[in-house]
């Protein structure tokens, strides 16, 4: 599997690839809750299912996300793979940061906090070390900033667990 998981990093920056995963998304959230959080990205990056509440519409919102652990918590990025806006889940946790992340099969609640400054940018080298397209991602993105959130749970659950 780190043949393939190296691949895939490389090809992350074509835009092919993001046009493709873009159409794999919804697919991927149907086994990520199939196999109740086990199975997301195929297992070729540390993935994550994150639950919002939709800010429109109050219902509940999930996606599978990448994440990299930073002690207790979770970090995310809003990429939106590149695209000009924003993606609706960073939305949704800017209007409210209560959220519910499955990994490997746990549903662990968490609350955002929305990364700013030097904290931000110690995330952001997390998460570039994880998939270098990110770096890629915020160039298409036409100079729209990339909210990036650390989840930390909330109930005593952590990250590494």
Known sequence: MPALRNVTRRLG?????????????PADRVVGRLTRGRVVALGLVPSLLITTTGRRSGQPR??????VPDGDAFVVA???????R????????????AATV????????VRAHLATGAERDR??????????????????????????????PVGGATAGD
Do not use: C, K, M
Request: net charge positive; aromatic share 14%.
């Open 78 to 84: 809003g990429s939106n793979w590149g695209q000009p």
């Open 102 to 109: 499955t990994v490997a099969g746990r549903r662990i609640p």
């Open 13 to 25: 920056h074509r835009r092919w690839f993001a046009a493709a995963a873009r159409v794999l998304v």
């Open 123 to 152: 995330l952001w080298g997390l998460l570039v070390r994880e998939w270098p397209a990110y770096e890629t991602y915020v160039e298409r993105a036409g100079g729209r900033p990339v909210h990036v959130f650390r989840l930390t």
């Open 86 to 97: 924003p993606p609706a889940w960073a939305l949704n946790l800017l209007a409210d940061p």
């Open 62 to 67: 999930g996606n599978p996300l990448l994440y």
